[in-house]
């Protein structure tokens, strides 16, 4: 399987503080790559790193072969990288159709597919298209980032803590849009819901303290209970 | 019910634009047009800083230097050569040339920085060009300044009231007009937040330099027209107070509306003749620049989104409520 993505040894400081110390990882296309961990491990950092958001201060980051470490974000979302970050990150003084309208790279039929099916998965977005994104709820603001991220032919969309703050119901809805979209995009999804990370993810990447300590198939951490416990505090 | 909304407001520029233009013929007062023209010289120049603070989140505190390339520039080309109107244009068209060029090389160079370094490096420069405005006494004629012909065409004063009210609807349309547009949404974008835009793909600095473009060239604009309503220059418009006037008019108008720049000039520009003219009641009066600065705090304070701000926001609070109250209608 091709792999899409590839860390080598990244390290990133933020300030003084030195956050990533060596992470490592492969992502292959077409597969959702999980990076698990405690809180404040790195996992956040490492998708940022990914879009140049906190530059590597050293190690290198291949996307479909070319290192993408030294560009300016801008340029890596060119090169067809989704983020959907933490905070959600929408436009609140533009409306839902307005925030959809900037993230749209093009205006094609594939977009138009896109948008189209978006508008099926979140029917929401349909309700409020014309209202301000500040309006909507936490639930509805993620799926407004989730969409905007997914309205674009993105070939590997970075995906941080979808399910962080929703109601369950809202968790199990972004859960099933996220399978919906692994069909057609390869994800790197930071999540600390396991039970969620365990049913999307296809490979997991362990990182603590800013390092990669552990990876596998998914099946493997599902089974083994003495990882999960030592990293990520679950049993 | 929004596209029915927008024909009421279109109804209401278009009603109160209409007023503005018969106003002169049927209401004869000097001091009035005089006001008038200078409030919508000034909407112009607040509209040019609603660009950059209200659309792009830019805070600029060197915007008089804009501001003061226009009036200098039409200013030394009615005094050195004859003022007519080619000459009056190719005045226009060096102000732009020469308001573009400033703008993108300083907006190029500091636009990269944070906000607060940003309005300070903008300050500094305005600063350069006011000591340049000084010295430079052989073409500017120093502090004194200069007065100079203009165009027979603008020596009337109704004439240059409709010329300024023209220019100051063309500006509100062009730029409503601009701001509602893909680059629009992109700037707006970028003043909730600069990260995330990056992150979609755009190039932050490249549109923040189209911003400071734009409004630098509008800003040259106004001060084109403030020198010809004067027919005088001097090293005043590029002082601080010009650009403090823009961010007031902006602030108390409603940040990113447009229509608050001009509603802000408005109310400034007739605050400051009433308190001006209060000064034969008390002496106290004749420093208003007491009372602006008492209405800028109050007005940071308790209206934080301006007057149009406020108002939309009371609005929408109300269909809030209307809405809240049908749905536990339909609970019940």
Known sequence: MTVQLRLNEVETHIGQYHIIQGVSFEVRKGEVTVLLGRNGAGKTTTLRTIMGLNPASSGTIHYKGEDISRLPTFTVAQKGIGYVPEDQGIFSGLTVEENMKVAMKNDNDSTKERLELILVLFPDLKKFWKKPGGLLSGGQKQMLSIARAYINDNDLLLIDEPSKGLAPIVVEKVMETIMEMKEKTTIVLVEQNFMMASTVGDRFYIIDDGRTVSNGPMKLLKEDEEMRRKYLGIA | ?332
């Open chain 2, 1 to 332: 019910m929004k596209q029915l909304m927008g024909n009421r407001m279109n109804a209401v520029y278009l009603a109160v634009a209409i007023f503005l233009i018969i106003l002169p013929f049927v209401y004869e007062s000097r001091t009035l047009l005089i006001l008038l023209t200078q409030v919508f010289i000034f909407a112009i120049f607040a509209m040019s800083y609603d660009i950059l603070l209200g659309y792009t989140g830019i805070v600029s505190f060197g915007h008089a230097m804009f501001f003061g390339i226009g009036a200098y520039t039409v200013g030394v080309f009615m005094k050195r050569f004859e003022p007519t109107v080619p000459n009056l244009l190719l005045s226009i068209l060096v102000t732009i040339l020469l308001t573009a060029l400033v703008s993108y090389v300083l907006g190029l160079l500091t636009l990269r920085l944070k906000s607060h370094f940003y309005a300070m490096l903008t300050m500094a420069v305005a600063g350069l060009f006011l000591v340049l405005a000084e010295k430079w006494r052989t073409v500017t004629y120093g502090n004194d300044g200069f007065t100079f012909r203009v165009p027979d065409m603008l020596k009337d004063r109704t004439d240059f009231y409709l010329i300024c009210l023209v220019s100051m609807i063309a500006v509100f349309a062009l730029l409503k007009r601009f701001t509602n547009s893909p680059l629009g949404r992109v700037l707006q974008a970028i003043r909730e937040n600069e990260q995330r835009t990056e992150s979609l793909g755009y190039s932050v600095l490249h549109y923040k330099v189209i911003a400071s473009v734009v409004s630098g060239i509008l800003a040259g604009m106004s001060g084109i027209l403030y020198a010809i309503s004067l027919r005088f220059v001097n090293t005043s418009v590029f002082t601080m107070d010009i650009t403090l006037d823009a961010l007031l008019m902006t602030i108390i108008g409603g940040v990113g509306t447009l229509v608050g720049a001009i509603i802000g000039a408005g109310l400034i520009e007739f605050a400051h003749h009433w308190l001006t003219e209060l000064a034969k009641v008390h002496w106290i009066f004749e420093r208003w620049i007491i009372f602006f600065g008492i209405i800028y705090i109050l007005a940071v304070m308790f209206f934080p989104m301006g007057i149009v701000g406020t108002l939309r926001n009371i609005k929408f609070k109300g269909k809030k409520e209307k809405q809240q109250k049908a749905g536990e209608k339909i609970a019940s």
